[in-house]
């Protein structure tokens, strides 16, 4: 494959997965308990991350967020805007990269180890949890305590299933990337 072939290849895979983080981003359902709602934008980072690789997966975080800051409403609940990164939930939009980089770089050093790719994801959904955690316990005035009981213990199962979905199916997925030319 010749160096346009994977440049081409690179852009359009970069492209396709930002895009469905922009889909996924603002399909959001509101958890009565928490102020953080219930989004698919994590699947979409842990799924794109892993098929893609580290750098691939956290510059579509990185274009995701320019675009949600630009104004066109990408964010949870088709928000948009700084007032949105500087809200309560902001830290968990800034845990995307922490998600993005911890899968794509277990899955680029581990290609061949589902364990050590669960462990990636692990990791990374621990930094953006904790991080996002933080973040809405400052701004909302409560503690780390109270704000994990509304913001990370009701999106344990959700998360869980987010990353089976990512571990069985992404490997399928990006060996099916892998035989696709683009000439």
Not at 154 to 163: C, M, S
Request: net charge positive; hydrophobic share 50%.
């Amino acid at each position: 494959m010749s160096k346009t072939t994977m440049k081409t290849k690179t852009m359009t895979l970069v492209g396709l997965f930002t895009a469905l983080l922009c889909i996924a981003g603002p399909l959001s359902v509101p958890i009565p308990i928490s102020p953080v709602p219930l989004s698919l934008a994590t699947l979409v980072i842990y799924f794109s991350s892993n098929i893609i690789g580290c750098k691939k997966g956290l510059l579509c975080c990185l274009i995701y967020i320019m675009i949600g800051l630009a104004g066109i409403p990408v964010f949870s609940g088709f928000s948009a805007g700084i007032s949105k990164l500087a809200g309560p939930t902001g830290g968990y939009l800034v845990g995307y990269f922490f998600l993005a980089f911890f899968t794509g770089f277990f899955a680029d050093k581990f290609p061949q180890s589902r364990k050590l790719q669960l462990l990636g994801m692990i990791l990374g959904s621990i930094c953006l949890q904790f991080l996002g955690t933080l973040w809405l316990a400052v701004l909302t005035n409560t503690t780390l305590l109270q704000a994990a009981f509304s913001a990370v213990i009701p999106f344990l199962p959700n998360d869980i299933l987010k990353i089976i979905i990512t571990i069985t199916l992404a490997p399928v997925v990006k060996k099916q990337i892998s035989q696709i030319s683009m000439e």
